[in-house]
Nanobody, 122 residues
Framework: QVQLVESGGGLVQAGGSLRLSCAAS????????MGWFRQAPGKEREFAAE????????RYADSIKGRFTISRDNAKNTVYLQMNSLKPDDTAVYYC???????????????WGQGTQVTVSS
């Protein structure tokens, strides 16, 4: 099983930037797709972005497309989420996830991180 630890969350003003990191250990995470989900107060957890095991394929939720970029460094077993042009609606707990079986998409989550809070003030 893969263990995931997120970092990089915090408080930022609207229009600012943050970079989230997710360090993976345990089962060889580099073989599997990884991604980010987020959960705003009072809402369900939702998909944000995912990246294939090689990094060649990425997919984003429409709400963040063009503002956020997901990437990974398999040598460091780390996935990143660069968040630019942040909006108050981006305020949420951001969770890292690894696919249970697939190398190209997260059809089923194998492991979750503990989450990191991102707060965007207006």
């Amino acid at each position: 099983q893969v263990q995931l630890v997120e970092s990089g969350g915090g408080l930022v003003q609207a229009g600012g930037s943050l970079r989230l990191s997710c360090a993976a250990s345990g089962r060889t995470s580099r073989r599997y797709a990884m991604g980010w989900f987020r959960q705003a107060p009072g809402k369900e957890r939702e998909f944000a972005a995912e990246i294939s095991s090689s990094g060649a394929m990425t997919r984003y939720a429409d709400s963040i497309k063009g503002r956020f970029t997901i990437s990974r460094d398999n040598a460091k077993n780390t996935v990143y989420l660069q968040m630019n042009s942040l909006k108050p609606d981006d305020t949420a707990v951001y969770y890292c996830a690894v696919a249970q079986e697939s190398s190209y998409q997260i059809a089923k989550v194998g492991s979750w991180g503990q989450g990191t809070q991102v707060t965007v003030s207006s």
